[in-house]
Structure formats: structure tokens, C-alpha cells
């Protein structure tokens, strides 16, 4: 894919700058920092659902606390739309 940005002068001149320091051309440091920054996304979402898959995990294999569940119905029977009035 290519694609061009306007960059700030600030920002051209810091982002040469990196490059130069890290001897590539502006081009490819532009490149490798968008990949880094997708990579960084994607490795949070990952740890983000790992965290609501063990939060899910717990849920299902841990017993209810007795005192938060008191009052609540033991189950719970699914809604039809004949019983539901619209007004």
C-alpha cells in the first residue's frame, strides 16, 4: 500500500532526524514505526480479551457468593414478544 501525509515541519524534520540516527531513509522509518504502532495495537487488544476471557473463565468455574444472589431467581425463563406490551 502506499500512501502519502502531510507531516508538521516539526515533525518532518524530527522524523528525518530518527531516520538519519537509525541510518534508513525517511521512508522506511515512516514505515517500520506505522508497523511497530499496528503491532503495539494488536498485542493490547490480544492481552485485553485474554483478560476478559479469564474474567469469563472465573464467572463460569467459581460458586456464586450466596449473599450477592440473595433475592435474585434461581433461573430465569426466556422473554416471548406476546408477553411484552408496547405502549
Given at each position: 500500500m502506499?500512501?502519502?501525509?502531510?507531516?508538521?515541519?516539526?515533525?518532518?524534520?524530527?522524523?528525518?532526524?530518527?531516520?538519519?540516527?537509525?541510518?534508513?531513509?525517511p521512508?522506511?522509518?515512516a514505515r517500520t514505526a506505522i508497523?511497530?504502532?499496528?503491532?503495539?495495537?494488536?498485542?493490547?487488544?490480544?492481552?485485553?480479551?485474554q483478560g476478559l476471557i479469564e474474567l469469563l473463565r472465573q464467572w463460569r468455574e467459581e460458586p456464586p457468593d450466596p449473599e450477592e444472589a440473595e433475592g435474585y431467581p434461581s433461573s430465569i425463563s426466556p422473554l416471548s414478544l406476546r408477553e411484552v406490551s408496547v405502549e
Open positions: 502506499s500512501l502519502s501525509i502531510e507531516l508538521s515541519p516539526e515533525a518532518e524534520h524530527q522524523s528525518r532526524a530518527e531516520a538519519a540516527r537509525e541510518g534508513l531513509p521512508e522506511e522509518f508497523e511497530e504502532k499496528l503491532a503495539a495495537v494488536a498485542a493490547a487488544q490480544v492481552e485485553r480479551n
